[in-house]
């Protein structure tokens, strides 16, 4: 099996930073893409970000300039460095790992999410 947990999350003022982590560990032969999704209440969730194992990335226009993915692959983990924030930002944030195990299987592994709020 392979586990997704993330951390970071909690309550920030806006135009304050927060730092999510995300770690992956368990039956792993590589990670390909690490990605960050969040969803906000009543709504559906959407991309944030995803970085490669190559370390290219890409973001939603919405955080683009404001928030920064990166990547420890010795670690298994991945990083979004969130500044700027606005009251919008707020959402549970979720990680999502594409990992292929030691048996060779390509998995999609969500985590629980972490929660971020942004006052005003």
């Known amino acids: 099996q392979v586990h997704v947990v993330e951390s970071g999350g909690g309550l920030v003022q806006a135009g304050g930073s927060l730092r999510l982590s995300c770690a992956a560990s368990?039956?792993?032969?590589?990670?390909?893409?690490m990605d960050w999704y969040r969803q906000a209440p009543g709504k559906q969730r959407e991309f944030v970000a995803i970085?490669?194992?190559?370390?290219?990335?890409n973001y939603a226009d919405s955080v683009k300039g404001r928030f920064i993915i990166s990547r420890d692959n010795a670690k298994n983990t991945t990083y979004l460095q969130m500044n700027s924030l606005k009251p919008e930002d707020t959402a549970v944030y979720y990680c999502?790992?594409?990992?292929?195990?030691?048996?060779?299987?390509?998995?999609?592994?969500w985590g629980q999410g972490t929660l971020v709020t942004v006052s005003s």
């Open positions: 368990g039956n792993i032969f590589s990670i390909n893409t």
């Open positions: 970085i490669t194992s190559g370390g290219i990335t």
């Open positions: 999502k790992t594409m990992a292929t195990t030691l048996q060779g299987r390509y998995l999609g592994v």
